[in-house]
């Protein structure tokens, strides 16, 4: 995985699509704002990418821009496509 940093204001306004590049394998992160409390990361995944489930010591949100997957939840398949927002809320769920 590829890792950029954009930006550490204390505040962000920005148009996500226009920052959305894909890489032609894996995942490309872009940290667009990380404060000592919180982080937000812009990942654009290749087709057909796959991410191991994993834990995470955060909240976590997912939002889709663009494409479509599936996000496996506590044993749950989401069905992800462009508006689905998806909170995570910090009880080191696997995801």
């Known amino acids: 995985m590829m890792t950029t ?8 306004t920005a148009q996500l699509k ?3 590049e894909y890489p032609d394998t894996g995942i490309l ?3 667009l704002l990380k404060l000592p409390h919180c982080q937000y990361t812009l990942l654009s995944l290749a087709a057909g990418t796959k991410m191991a489930e994993h834990s995470s ?3 976590a ?3 889709v821009l663009e494409g479509q997957g599936t996000l ?6 989401i069905h ?3 508006g689905v927002f998806v ?3 910090l009880m080191r769920l696997m995801h």
């Open 61 to 63: 949100v997912v939002q």
């Open 18 to 20: 226009d920052k959305l």
């Open 5 to 12: 940093t954009m930006h550490t204001p204390s505040s962000l």
């Open 57 to 59: 010591t955060r909240n």
């Open 87 to 89: 909170l995570m809320p």
């Open 80 to 82: 992800l496509k462009p």
């Open 29 to 31: 992160s872009k940290v």
């Open 72 to 77: 496996r939840l506590t044993g749950q398949d």
